[in-house]
C-alpha cells in the first residue's frame, strides 16, 4: 500500500466516499490505504458528518508546519526507546486515539488516555502530559479531571511528591460490567412493555424476544469478564537466565 501524507485528492475521494455512506474499509479500499488511516483522517478532522476535504489539507498542513517550526536545524534527534521507530509509535498513537473517540470519548481525554496506556511505566504527570502532547496545562487537567470522574485514570503521588496519573488495568473489567448492567436494565425495561401492550400482541413478542435476548448477552458479558479478569493484571513472564557454563 502506498505510504505517505494523503493528498488533497485522496482528502477529496475520502469525502465523496463519506458523503455516500461508504464504510471507511471500502474507501480505504479505493485509494489503495490502510482502513485505520482513513478512519483516523476523517475523526480528526470533524467525524462523519463534518469532513470537508479542503478544510483537512489545510489543518494537515498547519500540523506539518508545527512539526517543523518544533524540531529546528541542529537540535538532536531522542533516540529511540527500545529500538522503536518513532513515526510508527505516533502512528499508532492516532489510530488508538481515534479507536477511542469513536467510542464516545472526547478527543484531548482519548489523547491522554493513550499516553497513559502506550507509556511503559504506566502512569505520567502532567508535566509528561504537556510535553508528549504539545497542549496547556489547562488542557491536560480537565482531561484528566473528566477521566477521573468516569473512573478511567486515577492519581497517586510518587517518592518525589508530584502528582502522577494512572490509567488502572481494572478499568476495563469495571467497563464490561457498567456496560452489562445497562444491557440488564433495558431488557427489564423492554419486558415492562410486554405487561402494558398485551401478552399475546406481535409489540409484546418482539419485547419480550429482545428482553430474552440482551438477558443472555448480559449473563454471558459479566460471566466472561469475571473469567478473564486476571489477564488484565498478568505481568509479562521473565526470561530464564542462563546457568554458569552454559551458551
Not at 14 to 31: F, K, N, Q, S, W
Not at 58 to 82: F, I, K, L, W, Y
Not at 205 to 218: G, H, M, T
Given at each position: ?31 489503495e ?9 476523517v ?161 409484546a ?14 449473563e ?18 521473565s526470561?530464564?537466565m ?6
Open positions: 500500500m502506498p505510504g505517505g501524507r494523503l493528498t488533497q485528492q485522496e482528502r477529496q475521494q475520502i469525502a465523496l466516499g463519506v458523503a455516500d455512506g461508504l464504510a471507511y474499509a471500502e474507501i480505504a479500499r479505493r485509494l490505504r490502510p482502513t485505520s488511516t482513513v478512519t483516523r483522517e475523526m480528526r478532522n470533524g467525524g462523519p458528518t463534518g469532513y470537508r476535504a479542503d478544510l483537512a489539507h489545510r489543518a494537515a498542513e498547519r500540523r506539518s508546519h508545527r512539526r517543523r517550526q518544533a524540531a529546528p536545524r541542529g537540535t538532536r534527534t531522542p533516540e529511540p526507546v527500545h529500538g522503536r521507530d518513532p513515526e510508527a509509535v505516533r502512528e499508532y498513537e492516532e489510530t488508538f486515539t481515534t479507536v477511542l473517540m469513536q467510542t464516545g470519548a472526547p478527543k484531548m481525554m482519548a489523547r491522554v488516555l493513550t499516553c497513559l496506556y502506550t507509556s511503559d511505566t504506566g502512569s505520567l504527570t502532567a508535566a509528561e502530559l504537556v510535553q508528549r502532547l504539545e497542549v496547556s496545562p489547562a488542557s491536560v487537567s480537565k482531561a484528566i479531571s473528566y477521566l477521573e470522574n468516569q473512573g478511567l485514570v486515577r492519581r497517586e503521588r510518587d517518592d518525589r511528591r508530584r502528582e502522577r496519573y494512572i490509567a488502572d488495568d481494572d478499568v476495563w473489567y469495571q467497563s464490561m460490567i457498567a456496560s452489562a448492567r445497562g444491557t440488564i436494565q433495558l431488557a427489564e425495561t423492554a419486558r415492562q412493555g410486554v405487561g402494558v401492550l398485551g401478552r399475546d400482541t406481535p409489540a413478542v418482539r419485547l419480550e424476544n429482545i428482553a430474552r435476548f440482551l438477558d443472555f448477552v448480559s454471558s458479558l459479566t460471566r466472561a469478564a469475571d473469567q478473564a479478569r486476571e489477564v488484565l493484571h498478568t505481568k509479562p513472564e526470561k530464564p542462563n546457568s554458569p557454563g552454559t551458551d
